[in-house]
């Protein structure tokens, strides 16, 4: 190892500048792509994608590359992965409800499948996740369980984000109890509650250098 | 109304490979079986369950439900490997089995059978 190589590592485990790839994840509707939007929003000036009401809007991998986020005199520049909600079923008549006609709907199920392959895949290529949770659900799903397995069996640094606690019936004390190991914040995507909090966890949870 | 519920021994499932207890489960839990796993599934299966299931959804089969506690504590191979084990699985298809109440402890699912 060089003088130079010796010292730029010195200066990354004091200010814990990094490149890291993280990836948003969590059932459909979480609001994976509103909290991608503020993100890139907050420190890039632009979006990632839609987002919409109808379950399964975003269903391939949304990326965007190089968002500094500063904390101080540490800042960590990421690839923002936004990924297509998790599920273990999709029903394309769940989509005529929101006014799908049964083509569309049937197209929509089809490219949502194709999205939850692509997820679970990308679990591969990332440094660090946000695993989103709708506050004002149960967190104790399966996709919520399976999705914290793979992500402590590969060992993955990850925060849990207690999303919509500016909706009526929110609860994050209920995920920060039913996750009591994890770092969990409580988040409004939509509103920009806290977010301050998410970014110093960012900060501080994915600039470390994994082992 | 008849519902049939298969429980699967241990030893049945450790008898085969990751790639063959995975397409072994998904092709019973097609025929419209509701499986009882005596050994749950690792979070790496789940997931790879997921996947295989996300392959042959269709306008037929909308996929799979699937209930799952997950040990606190690893064996000694759960150790070595790293893997964490669930202590028991359910697995059906969806439009037979809902989940209708899930904390740490208790699941409280609905099998639904056809008149």
């Not at chain 1, 909600?85 to 029903?91: L, P, S």
């Amino acid at each position: 190892m060089g003088i130079f190589d010796k010292l730029s590592g010195w200066l990354l485990s004091i200010f814990g500048k990094r490149h890291v790839a993280i990836g948003i994840y969590g059932p459909p509707n979480a609001g994976k792509t509103t909290l991608a939007n503020r993100i890139a929003m907050d420190w890039a000036g632009d979006v990632v994608g839609e987002s919409s009401e109808v379950p399964h809007e975003t269903r391939k991998i949304q990326k965007k590359d190089r968002i500094v986020i500063k904390q101080g005199k540490a800042s960590l520049t990421i690839d923002l992965v936004d990924t297509p909600g998790i599920a273990t079923k999709i029903d394309y008549h769940d989509f005529l409800e929101y006014g799908l006609d049964e083509e569309e709907a049937k197209k929509r199920a089809k490219e949502a499948t194709e999205g939850v392959i692509e997820a679970i895949k990308w679990l591969d290529n990332l440094d660090g996740v946000i695993l989103l949770m709708d506050s004002t659900k149960n967190p104790f799903t399966q996709v919520n369980i399976t999705i914290l397995g793979n992500l402590e069996a590969r060992e993955l640094p990850f925060i849990i984000a207690a999303n919509k606690i500016d909706l009526n019936g929110s609860t994050p004390a209920t995920l920060k109890s039913a996750f009591p190991k994890h770092e969990v914040v409580p988040i409004s995507a939509l509103n920009g509650v806290n977010m301050d909090l998410l970014y110093e966890a960012m900060v501080r949870k994915f600039g470390k250098k994994r082992k | 109304m008849e519902i049939k519920v298969n429980f699967i021994s241990q030893e049945k499932l450790n008898g085969l490979g990751e790639q063959e207890k995975l397409k072994f489960i998904l092709e019973e839990v097609r025929k419209g079986q509701i499986l009882v796993l005596e050994q749950g599934l690792t979070a790496e299966e789940q997931a790879k369950l997921i996947e295989m299931t996300m392959e042959k959804v269709n306008e037929k089969f909308s996929g799979i439900e699937m209930e799952s506690y997950m040990s606190e504590k690893q064996n000694f191979w759960g150790r070595l490997l790293g893997k964490k084990r669930a202590r028991m699985t359910i697995v059906g298809p969806a439009d037979k089995i809902k989940t209708v109440y899930r904390d740490k402890d208790v699941i409280k699912a609905v099998i639904v059978g056809k008149r």
